[in-house]
């Protein structure tokens, strides 16, 4: 059933005035892998790299780690300007693109960064139980494949149950065009494997807010993969995914998709502080 976008800007009462108020920090261009692997591989040194906005001189803050689209192969790191002010951190991670390197491999360099958000946000200030990942298109179907597939985020020490929530705007549900496209794969003729966010729906996941663009304005069948995904993700047994279509909209869809995005995690951050 369509969920029709009405009066978007109530989303946003949730957002304190002092949220607004506090002053905020960019700081630029940090490696997320480490010095030796840096070393290592020169696109990575310099392509693997990311942007911090953080609320400065407060404590305990939510993160929002914002992967790019650009279907695997172009695009870089943002820090979307809907999301400033709204009291949380914001992560822009630019990744490896294909053909320079596999498209499999940006699976693994959104995995380092959400580590790095977890490894390092306390330092700036925040809390790393409150880490969401988010991203538009290419970036939502990385982010759903480190939150629903766990063996990207153990290779770097993290469990991928602890991210407090996942948002894809728009994402690849299926084995990504790109990866279909390396191994001689029409983009029109689908794949579910291990590439697949939906190979891996499971009931413990974090929570899960899928958003789409009118399934009829959409690239492909962008929004009827979502909806499979909600479907397939409560019949596991997963309790919180929610799928919304933006009524009008097709596939760059993020401005009206990011209210939905804060009001997602201000419910979540209601629930974590009503449960201590």
């Known amino acids: 059933m369509k969920k029709i976008l009405l009066l978007i800007s109530f989303l946003f009462l949730g957002i304190s005035s002092f949220a607004q108020k506090l002053e905020y920090e960019t700081k630029s261009n940090i490696q997320y892998y480490n010095a030796a692997v840096n070393k290592s ?16 001189n407060t404590k305990g803050f939510a993160t929002i780690v914002w992967f790019h689209g650009g279907g695997l192969t172009g695009g870089n790191k943002e820090i979307p300007e809907a999301l400033k002010n709204k009291g949380y951190a914001i992560i822009g991670v630019n990744y490896r693109l294909s053909p320079k390197a596999k498209a499999e491999k940006a699976i ?28 538009h298109s290419a ?12 063996k990207w985020l153990q290779k770097e020490g993290i469990d991928a149950d602890k991210i407090a929530g ?17 191994n001689g794969i029409p983009e029109k003729q689908p794949v579910i494997d291990a590439f697949a966010p939906l190979y891996h729906v499971r009931a413990d996941a ?4 899928l ?25 596991a047994g997963h309790t919180q995914t929610k799928l919304y279509e933006l009524d ?23 629930e974590k502080q009503t449960k201590k």
Not at 139 to 150: I, Q, R, S
Not at 206 to 209: A, E, G, Q, R, S
Not at 220 to 231: Q, S
């Open 211 to 235: 958003i789409t663009g009118d399934r009829e304005l959409e690239m492909l069948g962008r929004y009827e993969e979502n909806a499979y995904m909600a479907r397939m993700m409560k019949l």
């Open 166 to 182: 996942l948002i894809p705007f728009s994402g690849q549900c299926i084995t990504h065009f790109e990866i279909r496209r390396q």
């Open 41 to 56: 591989d020169s696109y990575i040194n310099e392509r693997c790299v990311l942007d911090i906005y953080y609320p400065k």
């Open 248 to 270: 009008g909209y097709g596939h760059g869809m993020t401005e009206p998709g990011f209210p939905l995005l804060v009001n997602e995690i201000n419910r979540i951050l209601k």
């Open 206 to 209: 974090p929570p899960l807010l």
């Open 108 to 135: 693994e360099d959104a995995a380092a960064a959400v580590a790095w958000a977890f490894n390092n946000i306390a330092s700036y200030g925040g809390d790393n139980s409150l880490i969401f990942v988010s991203g």
């Open 139 to 150: 970036g939502g179907y990385l982010g759903m494949m480190v939150g629903l597939d766990k």
